[in-house]
């Protein structure tokens, strides 16, 4: 578990890094966003609850099926993840971010529908912060491509 908590926050951590100061910059003070976007304090709070539960599943799914295929769809999610913040923040390319959103909320539907399986079938309910947090931004991203 430990593992999982360092790669999922390392890669917040590294988005972050990529997304630099630019919640703070002109570009997207001057967006125009989504009535419903949330503080900003939510945005960690959410992603923390979400790294914790998506990590305690990934525990149980890696000890049941820890195969190439399982590391290569985590490996697609962690890259969709991390790359998203680049390419909103710092290029600017709102409507690929929007592609890289719902491609990384498919992946993660993925592993709530392939591997919820008997064995796996209450652990998978552990995704569901993340994929509603994924629709929620998906709405976000998708008025921000809308509306400028």
Known sequence: MILFLVLNFGGLAIGNYFMGDAVNGKWY?????????????????AWT???????????????????????????????LNVSWNYLFFNQQFTSIALFVLIS????????????????????????LPYIVWLCIAISLNGYVVLKN
């Open 104 to 127: 990384l909320t498919l992946v993660i539907a993925y592993f709530f529908i392939s591997f919820g399986d008997e064995e796996l079938s209450k652990m998978k309910y552990l995704l």
């Open 29 to 45: 003070a001057n967006l125009n966003k989504a009535p419903w976007t949330p503080p900003g304090w939510v945005f960690g709070a």
């Open 49 to 79: 609850t979400i790294m914790i539960c998506f990590s305690i599943y990934l525990t149980y799914l890696f000890s049941l099926r820890g195969s190439k295929y399982v590391i290569a769809i985590y490996c697609i999610a962690f890259i």
